[in-house]
């Protein structure tokens, strides 16, 4: 079992005056969970201090079990409906009390926890129901407030995609909701700390010390090959479609940018830039989509074939190692193998990616003039000939020049 913390940004949906209250009643939910955590902590520690930090002692037993749903101590505060803040506080009371125990607070080298007015407003995982809504993934949650998720609210893309897999898998309910929490940023976006217990997918039906060897180029996107067998060969994906929409793409920006060049100011100006940037949305989404099939496809190989581990290369400011690449999202691209993989017990490892182009996977000499053209390998040393890509995907498959 794996316990994993997502943070989703939200927000609440429904009239103006819906989401007003919506967004009240958060806020005041969560001051009510303020002023009960503080006053159950302060039960719990002032039976500590009176009993002389002896938490065997009948006072400090006897307040521990007095920490119920019931206690009078929740009296007068006006907790949010549906949400049973006060099991969460109780439950939480006593378990920081313990950590702050474990951590020295017998010692007296920690003082007793105080819950800050912010603390996040936590709440039960069954109270958070997912479900789509067209293109939306929306959560149904207490009081009939919905929220929808603000997907690509992460900076970085490829966290958006997975995130999106994540949710589909927890609207699947592939993957529990545990107890999770709500809280507002510092520039007051409503964020969703969403706890999930992922179920471990144990690595299973592998070949012991298998490597798939990924070598990723430009005329072949990605030429994958086992270590152990190498006639388990493929590439994958073509370059000739991607990088012809891609240059109609460049040719479009190019012609947008000389007109703007041109353009002096005003709103000819403004149209043609934010043309510009649709553009490279555009552009951008498109090498995603590429990436993202891509990846599905080296991962695939893999587990069609049994491999325990994925080599790729070290990317570097220029690309891999001898290689020069530059223009495509490489990172990307890695980054989406690597979680992929990693969902199926998969493990991917980075090499060194020097030579991996120049060394015969024969006899291991090392020549720049082994690489006759692009696509010829020969070695000079021992003239075993073979597929540029095909040798150098061999050579990742087999380095164990690990690089973290
Ligand atoms: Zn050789």
């Not at 313990?98 to 996040?120: H, M, Q, V, W």
């Not at 929220?147 to 609207?171: D, W």
């Not at 180029?217 to 073509?238: F, M, W």
Request: glycine share 6%; proline share 1%; aromatic share 10%.
């Amino acid at each position: 079992i794996m316990i994993t913390v997502r943070k989703l940004k939200l927000t609440v949906i429904g009239t103006d005056e819906e989401r007003k209250q919506g967004y009240k009643f958060i806020r005041d939910s969560q001051y009510a969970q303020y002023q009960g955590l503080n006053l159950a902590m302060g039960i719990l520690s002032s039976a500590y201090l009176e009993s002389n930090r002896d938490i065997k002692s009948d006072t400090f037993k006897n307040a521990q079990k007095s920490l119920t749903n019931s206690n009078p101590l929740f009296e007068g505060i006006a907790f949010g409906t549906g949400i049973d803040t006060k099991s969460s506080i109780t439950q939480r009371v006593k378990k920081d009390f313990k950590t702050s125990l474990k951590n020295g607070l017998a010692k007296g080298e920690r003082t007793i926890t105080n819950y800050k007015r912010n603390y996040p407003l936590m709440t039960r995982g069954r109270d958070l129901k997912f479900m789509y809504e067209g293109d939306d993934i929306l959560i149904k949650w207490v009081n009939k407030i919905i929220f929808k998720v603000v997907l690509g609210a992460t900076k970085r893309k490829e966290n958006s995609i997975e995130l999106q897999h994540t949710l589909h898998k927890v609207i699947d309910k592939e993957y529990k909701v545990m107890q999770s929490s709500l809280c507002f940023d510092k520039n007051n976006n409503l964020i969703l700390n969403l706890t999930l217990d992922i179920p471990y997918t144990p690595k299973k039906n592998f070949v012991e010390g298998r490597v798939l060897g990924v070598d990723l180029g430009i005329k072949y996107p990605a030429y994958v090959c086992l270590n152990d067998d190498t006639y388990k060969r493929e590439h994958l994906g073509s370059i000739n479609d991607f990088m012809k929409v891609r240059e109609q793409m460049q040719q479009r920006a190019r012609n947008l940018q000389q007109a703007l060049k041109l353009t002096k100011g005003g709103k000819g100006r403004t149209k043609k830039t934010q043309a510009l940037n649709r553009l490279k949305d555009k552009e951008r989404n498109w090498a995603k989509t590429y990436n993202h099939q891509l990846s599905k496809k080296i991962v695939d190989f893999a587990i069609k074939h049994q491999c325990e581990f994925i080599n790729m290369e070290k990317l570097t400011k220029d690309g891999f190692g001898d290689k020069l690449l530059r223009n495509w999202s490489y990172y990307e691209l890695q980054n989406m193998v690597e979680y992929k993989a990693e969902r199926v017990g998969i493990t991917v490892r980075y090499i060194d990616p020097a030579y991996t182009s120049q060394t015969c996977c024969i006899c291991g000499h090392i020549d720049k003039d082994n690489r006759q053209t692009q696509e010829k390998f020969k070695c000079t040393e021992c003239g075993f000939e073979l597929n540029a890509d095909h040798n150098a995907s061999i050579n990742i498959a087999r380095s164990e020049k690990f690089i973290k």
